[in-house]
Nanobody, 115 residues
Framework: QVQVVESGGGLVQPGGSLRLSCVVS????????MGWYRQAPGKQRELVAT???????NYVDSVKGRFTISRDNSKNTVYLQMNSLKPEDTAVYYCNTAPYSKSSWGQGTQVTVSS
């Protein structure tokens, strides 16, 4: 079972930046494909970005060119650098494996983009 703790969210103005972090308690973390997900009010949770063990990345179209996912295997940590934030990026952000593990959802971290 993978346990995760997300942090780094907050309130930011449109055009601003945030860096999210996710510490993962899992041996052999480095072999897992990790993903950042988000859930906006009234919407389904969506996969935003993934990173493989070889650091290949993929993004949903709406964040391409603005978000960057990375990982530090020595720290069992996944990051999401979010630039040029828009109000529609407002959501609770979660990390998990990809595909996700139902038992491994954390509390998430709230990101609010508003002026």
């Amino acid at each position: 079972q993978v346990q995760v703790v997300e942090s780094g969210g907050g309130l930011v103005q449109p055009g601003g930046s945030l860096r999210l972090s996710c510490v993962v308690s899992k041996t052999m973390f480095s072999i897992y494909v990790m993903g950042w997900y988000r859930q906006a009010p009234g919407k389904q949770r969506e996969l935003v970005a993934t990173i493989t063990s070889g650091r290949s990345t993929n993004y949903v179209d709406s964040v391409k060119g603005r978000f960057t996912i990375s990982r530090d295997n020595s720290k069992n940590t996944v990051y999401l650098q979010m630039n040029s934030l828009k109000p529609e990026d407002t959501a609770v952000y979660y990390c998990n494996t990809a595909p996700y593990s139902k038992s491994s959802w954390g509390q998430g971290t709230q990101v609010t983009v508003s002026s």
